[in-house]
T-cell receptor, first 112, second 113 residues
């Protein structure tokens, strides 16, 4: 079982619509959850972090966490062509190791 | 805004040569990481470093790899004898604490020929 699973996509969404990205994780001890955006050939760029169950909103982005279901999602409202990228879900524990484990990413394409 | 800086941005080396990739983490961060990403593949954890020692390393991080924090600012990854399959983007990241976000540098593209 993969530690962090994401649908690889591509997910194609019309401009102005809501893009919904999903992620599941296997380690029940995970306590920190992140969404990164990665443009081709570039480094991961942090979009959102979430640490407790529920929703967290930041501008056009909303992260949702359900620890019981081991599920994290990211909603992007009013999608723009510049949102076209690969979105990486990442999780980590509170521990001395504290490594952050990434999923393979979902490719999102916003069509004008 | 503080950022993680990495040098060089691109390194070409011959198979069997040693390379050192350099990183300057954000100044008040305590946890440092190296990741790699082979073209078209996922971001893979290599090693975490805290309090001047390795906290955890992955299976990829074998005896050919080492990390060092030679002074108060730099964090280096050394590959002793490079192989063709070491060709990848190498990212350095740092975070302030265990419950905070990690920020990534722009990466070093390593090409082994």
């Amino acid at each position: 079982q993969k530690e962090v699973e994401q649908n690889s996509g591509p997910l194609s969404v019309p401009e102005g619509a809501i893009a919904s990205l999903n992620c599941t994780y296997s380690d029940r001890g995970s306590q920190s959850f992140f969404w990164y955006r990665q443009y081709s050939g570039k480094s991961p760029e942090l979009i959102m972090s979430i640490y407790s169950n529920g929703d967290k909103e930041d501008g056009r982005f909303t992260a949702q966490l359900n620890k019981a279901s081991q599920y994290v999602s990211l909603l992007i409202r009013d999608s723009q062509p510049s949102d076209s990228a690969t979105y990486l879900c990442a999780v980590s524990r509170y521990s001395s190791a504290s490594k952050i484990i990434f999923g393979s990413g979902t490719r999102l394409s916003i069509r004008p | 805004e503080p950022e993680v800086t990495q040098t060089p941005s691109h390194q070409v080396t011959q198979m069997g040569q040693e390379v050192i990739l350099r990183c300057v983490p954000i100044s008040n961060h305590l946890y440092f990481y190296w990741y790699r990403q082979i073209l078209g593949q996922k971001v893979e954890f290599l090693v975490s470093f805290y309090n001047n020692e390795i906290s955890e390393k992955s299976e990829i991080f074998d005896d050919q790899f080492s990390v060092e924090r030679p002074d108060g600012s730099n964090f280096t990854l050394k590959i002793r004898s490079t192989k063709l399959e070491d060709s990848a983007m190498y990212f350095c990241a740092s975070r302030k604490g265990l419950n905070s976000e990690a920020f990534f540098g722009k990466g070093t593209r390593l090409t082994v020929v």
